[in-house]
């Protein structure tokens, strides 16, 4: 395969998993924002953190639901905005449309003017509606290429590229909201409570699937636990680095020959499996969180390097 | 007077459109309608657009399909096969002679200056002998028809010709909406195009290659305006659809980068222009291209299709000489005629054009996609006055043609059928032989009264059918 089609498989991935999570993200901001306190913690501002857009936020004070939209999910300017993702999953998958199914290239090519010249006001009054068409776009081409696409190794790039974006996700999350995890100092903005926590797993949709592994209570340790180590759940980093690690396996059967990124994700792969057990709660949330990050930058480096992207 | 290729002129309808005829009055007009817009929804997901140079607005746009097919029965065809066919081997045969000894230069037939001065002649090839012998691989030939048995050649596409993939989604879409239309077994099927052309590619493959030869196809990329045609023949093809970036030279061979490392390439469809293929053989300043590709070629160690230089055969003023190319090269009598055609160039031509400009068409040697061109009639007396400086500036770089009177096919209009001009382009594939399945893009004008065509000025596609007898 050519490797420009393999690197746009991987980033068509990237760029779509990034709009849904983007997607969930903002929904998460605005089941904060309706809870007591919220404008003294400016919870909007943690969502446009997470995703690394603040800069884009220019005014002072804090900020609006109306900015969040305005900045990610229609501004063509910001190139991780709901809007430009789209555009962008659209472009890659139409410079190798011949390795996407019928299927594939309609719910994509649907999916990618839908924010041009949308309007800030209308926006913001429809955003249930419109976040819920974010994610249902993204499922349906899901779903087309989980039961059309040919198993060949631009699927297995297109699933890692996916698998990175979405541990990337989980990690920015708990890069910007741990605080409201730590067991013991004081935490900026009052009082911890349940709603905090669970506004962590309502942005990554795991809070049915948290109560049906860990019970009814929330604890910090127990959500470190799900969202980075458990492997079962979609949206935790080790069943993304799971997910990787198998598909990187199977280029390598495929090409015979095992790269530095193998060797990385064998690594991430291992850190997360010491930390089972609450471990990785006592060893300190905060750097096992920035430990991933810079180990999932590096795998998709090494990708690209050992792909020739 | 214009010929109306539905009906004879006492206005019964030709037989050949018999059964076109009996569905349109079976289905009405309504019903035509309401499939033209599933037909219209159906194009657009699957992403059929044409994207139109230098007009602003939407870059992908759906160029209109209309629902009425245009129709030949099996007798013109077979007339339009053979001419088409006898075309494309005398253009071929003249880009050899030119490359070589010109020996229809030193017989006098056409003048120097307009080969060698041409701006698509490459000296570079000179010399050089292509497999085969083939420079242009796929020959689109641009045919109107201005009576029951006229059919003239309005120009030659030698490069790297178009529309293709219209004629073969056209017959797709007619075959899944309307299966009925097709189950008689009237019509002559056309989707062996892509099978045909990857044999033909395969064919020309360099003397040096003795595996089952890896071909690709070599696009700009895809803000290309035929990037839908690229992709769509390269799937169909089952090649690589690569771009310049994807492909480097090394030792005289050119290979592709792939996910397991660099892998050879045999053969390149190129959908790219000359000027833009290496920057080390021709625009030193394009950025697209891939260095040393020319030499790789010229070493024998890659086929390019068509071949460097292929442009010289279709350009506008050569045009004028081909059916002596037919004569020289073949001895036979061209089967398709030729639009009588002054050259600006000439002075007794400059002198009949600039009296006559407001009667004829004037298109620039060049120019090509309907651009640049001024059809007199239709003209303001100011727009024709505009363009006749345009020629006194530089004659040379026009030519001017009568104002024909294309005939009319049936087309969908908003509450009846009406008659539109259209044109006709088949696809001629040159190989080790020569291959040319029964149908072709037939393109129509769908404002009434227009004779621009071309899908860059609003005109249409629609389906093409061959009668099997």
Known sequence: MLSRTAANLFWMARHLERAESTARLITMGQRMAVLPGSAYRDEWRSVLRVTGCEPFHTRSGPVTEADVVRILLLDSENPASIHSCLVRARANGRSVRTKLTQEMWEALNLSWRRFEGYGLDEACQELPALIDWVKTRASVFRGAAETGMLRHEGHDFMRIGGAIERAQMTLRLLDVKYYVLLPETDVVGGGRDHYQWSSVLHALSGIRAYHHVYGGTYSPAHISDFLMVNRAFPRSVAYCVDQMRWHLERLAQEHGVLATCHKTVDEIFEFLLDGQDGAIFQRGLHESVQQCLKLTNRLANEIAESYYF | ?469
């Open chain 2, 1 to 469: 007077m214009t010929f109306s290729e539905m009906h004879e002129q006492d206005g019964t309808i030709r037989s050949c459109y018999a059964e076109v005829k009996r569905w349109i009055d079976e289905t009405g007009i309504d019903g035509l309608h309401g499939r033209m817009d599933e037909a219209e929804a159906i194009f657009r997901r699957i992403g059929i657009t044409f994207a139109v140079y230098g007009e602003g607005g939407d870059p992908e746009r759906l160029i209109p399909f209309d629902l009425l097919p245009r129709v030949f029965s099996r007798l013109e065809w077979e007339r339009l096969d053979k001419g088409i066919r006898q075309r494309a081997q005398a253009l071929n045969a003249f880009l050899y002679d030119a490359y070589h000894r010109a020996e229809i230069l030193r017989a006098g037939l056409i003048p120097q200056d307009l080969v060698y001065q041409n701006e698509a002649f490459r000296p570079e090839m000179i010399g050089f002998d292509p497999p085969g012998r083939v420079y242009s691989h796929i020959v689109g030939i641009d045919i109107v028809r201005t009576g029951p048995d006229q059919f003239e050649v309005l120009e030659d596409n030698c490069r790297t010709p178009s529309g293709v993939s219209y004629m073969l989604e056209n017959r797709e879409i007619m075959t899944r909406m309307f299966p009925g239309l097709f189950s008689k077994g009237l019509v002559t099927p056309v989707d062996d195009y892509p099978a045909l052309l990857l044999r033909t590619l395969k064919e020309v493959a360099p003397p040096a290659c003795k595996r089952d030869p890896v071909v690709v196809l070599l696009t700009p990329g895809s803000l290309n305006s035929a990037y839908y045609e690229h992709s769509f023949l390269a799937d169909l093809m089952g090649i690589e659809l690569v771009e310049p970036v994807d492909l480097f030279v090394d030792n005289d061979r050119v290979w592709m980068k792939t996910t397991t490392g660099p892998r050879a390439v045999d053969v390149i469809y190129r959908r790219i222009d000359d000027d833009y293929l290496d920057p080390l053989a021709f625009r030193p300043d394009s950025l697209l291209g891939v260095p040393g590709l020319f030499h790789a070629y010229r070493a024998g160690g890659v086929t390019l299709c068509s071949a460097p230089g292929a442009g010289l055969a279709d350009d506008k003023a050569i045009y004028v000489y081909v059916p002596e190319m037919i004569r020289f090269y073949l001895g036979e009598e061209p089967i398709l005629s030729n639009i009588p055609t002054w050259q600006c160039g000439t002075e007794s031509g400059l002198a009949y054009v600039l009296e006559h400009l407001g009667e004829l068409v004037a298109k620039e040697v060049h120019g090509s996609g309907g651009y640049g061109m001024l059809i007199g009639p239709q003209a303001t007396s100011e727009a024709v006055a505009a363009y006749a400086a345009r020629i006194r500036a530089n004659p040379g770089g026009f030519i001017a043609q009568p104002t024909l009177a294309l005939s009319t096919v049936p087309t969908l209009g908003e509450s009846a059928v009406v008659q539109r001009h259209a044109d006709f382009r088949p696809f001629c594939l040159v190989g080790s032989q020569m291959r040319l399945v029964a149908g072709g893009l037939t393109r129509v004008a769908l404002t009434e009264g227009s004779l621009v065509v071309n899908s860059s000025q609003g005109g249409g596609v629609k389906d093409t059918w061959v009668l099997r007898n």
